[in-house]
């Protein structure tokens, strides 16, 4: 596992795009697997501006992305179907049929969904970010590791950090639809962007603490191709 710390979060997020730039460069039809919340948006901006410049082209990239609330629509303001759009892929031109977001309707689409990512060779390289609890993706702490894409009953804690993005926390869906951790241990290379003090805990926990599903991200300890991007305040407890 590498860890690096930059002095600032736009490098942080840079240093993240390069590794996505890296690998688009070496593999035209690379399978990514993107991340929401406010973390990666620098990452997805640097993204934007390579392919504006003609250095990258996303023509046979196919994407999955890690999660989705239950219950709101994909054009719900929240969603992060919605998200996606507006902050990448309106912006590249990955074709619309290659993007996958998980959607909880009907019954198979936790399997549905675990189906495509094996269907595309699986995930070449995976963002994530981290919650303040440790959770990756919407995997939340627990007395067990999830396997596959499943159903979450999010935190009170994820909820209280996710209702920003809500008019009012009571709006925010109580569950998620969510790659597992299996899932995401699956995945070829990982990279985990963390920036901010509000970070510095869960990253301590992460990296210091005992492995265990407590702090879902300290598996990621285990996985042999993983690298930590964390700028200053992030690492500021190590
Ligand atoms: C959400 C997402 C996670 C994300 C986390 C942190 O719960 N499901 O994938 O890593 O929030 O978000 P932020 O980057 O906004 O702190």
């Known amino acids: 596992m590498l860890v690096h710390v930059y002095p600032a979060e736009e490098l942080t997020c840079r240093a993240a795009a390069f590794l996505f730039a890296a690998q688009l460069t070496q593999k035209p039809d690379s399978v990514f697997g993107f991340a929401t919340g406010s ?59 290659n993007i ?10 936790c399997e549905r969904y675990d189906k ?3 269907q595309a060779g699986g995930i070449d390289l995976q963002l994530l970010g981290i919650g303040k609890n440790g959770h990756i993706g919407f995997n939340e702490p627990d007395d067990a590791f999830s396997c596959g894409t499943h159903i979450v009953k999010l935190t009170e804690s994820t909820i209280a950090a996710n209702a920003r993005f ?9 569950t998620a639809i969510s790659m597992g951790i299996s899932s995401i241990m699956a995945c ?51």
């Not at 809500?166 to 109580?174: H, I, L, W, Y």
């Open 39 to 97: 973390t990666p948006i620098p990452c997805y901006k640097d993204l934007i501006s390579f392919y504006e410049q003609g250095l990258l082209d996303f023509s046979q990239v196919i994407s999955f992305n890690l999660d989705e609330y239950c219950g709101i629509a994909q054009d719900h303001p929240s969603s992060y179907h919605r998200f996606m759009h507006e902050n990448l892929f309106s912006h590249i031109n990955i074709p619309k049929e």
């Open 100 to 109: 996958h977001i998980p959607n909880s309707m009907g019954v198979d689409a």
């Open 116 to 118: 495509a990512i094996e």
């Open 166 to 174: 809500f008019k009012d926390e009571k709006d925010v869906p109580r």
């Open 188 to 238: 070829h290379s990982i990279v985990l962007i963390a920036t901010g003090e509000s970070k510095a805990k869960a990253v301590y926990d992460t990296l210091n603490g005992p492995i265990n599903p407590h702090v879902p991200a300290s598996i990621l300890r285990l996985h042999p191709n993983a690298t930590f991007l964390l700028d200053q305040d992030a690492a500021s407890m190590l």
